[in-house]
């Protein structure tokens, strides 16, 4: 079977197209898209497709109907007008360190248009200057303008809770958006795009009639590659990288289900797969932690420490929508950005209560970012987890035999008890259970083991429960005491009542810690 050509790295549609790469064709919602409003706002997760869809509205309003043929968009579009168009990615003026340098990124990101509609002595700030491009753009050709940012929150992410910095960085982007609004007339169309949800009052104060489609049905897949796509689409695709890695089609397809799908972007919506992470398994033939591979965002992990957010309890969140579609800058907490990051996604939603539950997506997701908080929680490598016994804890889970999980696990905690920032974050935990109960909940995910931790039952809180498809582990930590007592309580508060219908073995573990040589010292088994 002939390899195809994929688009890895690769944002630009009328390239993709030229070269005959792979393309699923979404430009029947991109023609939709732009001919909804005027002034658009969507938000999605990095590496989720927003670059190319700014890029294919770039060419659709530069009426480049020769790259669209064959596609969705021409049982629409019958005029192909073409616009002139200012495409600004943002991506480029990120890590400023005050309004001064700010500025200076941003003029540079005008100054090619500036070089093709000229430029004024008076136009010294972004604003002016994107202002007079507008005027002259519209008047040099005498059709309205198309305005489209890509990544326009890139400069303030990386100054969240830097008050002094993110006040200055937020002036100078009011500076840059202030002509959107002023030079309205002069405007076909306005999309702005990035990963979160600044608020409009802050940023877009002066784009009163802004269309926030974040959380649209009708755009709910625009980013993305929904089942359906996959299926036929990138049928080839998955017949190859079966063949490839010695698996049936059903059994790949399921595998690729399992590892990318699972993101939902409003209620009652389709899911849709991580559209980057699919191509690259295509491309590499292999089913890795893709969206990882430039490790998880420092922004994110400063924002979690900065809330001291329990990371064990992002499995199932029931919130209403006002608890995470809400301005990045106002959050009280973690959870509007976990989600606007695509860290946690829409799972369901009880139309009656108003109520979202929100969850981590898929394996990826669960196994890349718990490798990423592993350090920051812990002190403990990814990398060396990895090494040090990774591979037999899971053949002893996979066997179901917890005895010899929790051996190893002995052994290698046992085997770093002089890692500083390991004894350095257990000397700072709140309890030692809780930080053993991080450090177990890190470890079996980052292994794709579903596990839950804290657990409401009638008659109080199991400590940790762990999933495996014959068997149900309830875990209750110690850090002084002994295991039995451990048992004991598991027993004497029924924890194992709830899952007895569950049709699988239940496995009782008490567990206890020694705090002097940081690791277990003792566990049984009922």
């Known amino acids: ?111 090619p248009y500036q070089k093709l509609y000229g430029s004024s002595q008076t136009e010294v700030a ?78 877009f104060s002066t784009i009163n009639n802004l269309m926030n489609v974040t959380m649209d049905s009708a755009f709910a897949t625009i980013c993305g590659i929904t089942e359906r796509e996959l299926t036929t689409a990138l049928k080839q695709d998955i017949e190859r990288l079966a063949e490839l890695n010695e698996m049936t089609y059903d059994e790949m397809h399921q595998a690729l289900k399992l590892k990318y799908d699972g993101y939902h972007f409003t209620k009652n919506s389709e899911e849709v797969y991580n559209p980057f992470s699919l191509i690259k398994a295509f491309q590499q033939h ?90 920051a929680y812990t002190g403990l490598s990814g990398g060396s987890v990895q090494a040090g016994f990774a591979l037999k804890f899971w053949r002893a889970l996979k066997k179901n035999d917890i005895d010899l999980a929790m051996c190893e696990m002995q052994s290698y905690l046992a085997g770093i008890p002089y890692v500083e920032g390991f004894k350095k974050k257990l000397e700072d935990a709140a309890t030692a259970e809780g930080f053993y109960e991080y450090t177990l909940y890190l470890i079996f995910s980052m292994l794709n083991v579903y596990v839950r931790t804290q657990v409401k039952t009638s008659s109080g809180r199991i400590d940790m429960v762990v999933d495996m498809p014959d068997v149900i582990y309830i875990f209750e930590l110690k850090k002084s005491g002994t295991s039995a007592k451990a048992l004991e309580q598991i027993n004497q508060k029924g924890y194992a009542i709830p899952f007895e219908t569950d049709g699988r073995k239940i496995v009782k573990v008490g567990v206890t810690f020694d705090a002097n040589t940081r690791t277990i010292s003792d566990w049984q088994l009922a």
């Open 126 to 203: 972004p604003g002016e200057v994107l202002s007079g491009l507008i005027m002259r753009a519209a008047e040099q050709t005498g059709k309205q303008v198309v305005v489209i940012v890509d990544e326009y929150d890139a400069p303030l992410l990386e100054a969240l809770h830097e008050q002094d910095r993110l006040d200055d960085i937020r002036r100078a982007m009011q500076e840059l958006y202030q002509p959107l609004k002023a030079n309205e007339r002069y405007i076909k169309f306005c999309f702005i795009t990035g990963i979160t949800k600044f608020s409009q009052l802050s940023i």
């Open 286 to 375: 292999e089913l890795s932690n893709w969206w990882f591979e430039s490790g998880t965002p420092s922004f994110l992990i400063r924002q979690l420490k900065h809330f001291d957010t329990d990371i064990t309890s992002l499995d199932r969140l029931e919130v209403p929508a006002s608890a995470f579609d809400q301005p990045t800058e106002n959050m009280v907490d973690a959870l509007p950005l976990l989600y606007q990051s695509g860290y946690l996604t829409i799972k369901d939603y009880d139309r009656e209560g108003q109520i979202y539950t929100l969850s981590i997506p898929n394996q990826e997701v669960r196994s890349g970012y718990a490798e990423g908080l592993l350090p």
């Open 1 to 111: 079977m002939t390899a195809r050509k994929y688009p890895v790295g690769i944002q630009t549609f009328s390239r993709m197209i030229r070269e005959g790469m792979v393309y699923v064709d979404k430009t029947d919602l991109v023609w939709q898209l732009a001919h909804y409003g005027t002034f658009i706002f969507l938000s999605r997760p990095r590496r989720f497709g927003k670059s190319l869809l700014t890029s294919t509205l770039e060419s659709y309003f530069q009426g480049e109907r020769e790259m669209f043929e064959g596609l969705k968009i021409m049982e629409f579009e019958k005029e192909w007008a073409e616009y002139p168009v200012l495409r600004l990615d943002l991506s480029s003026a990120k890590n400023a360190v005050d309004m001064t340098e700010l500025r200076r990124k941003l003029l540079l990101i005008l100054e």
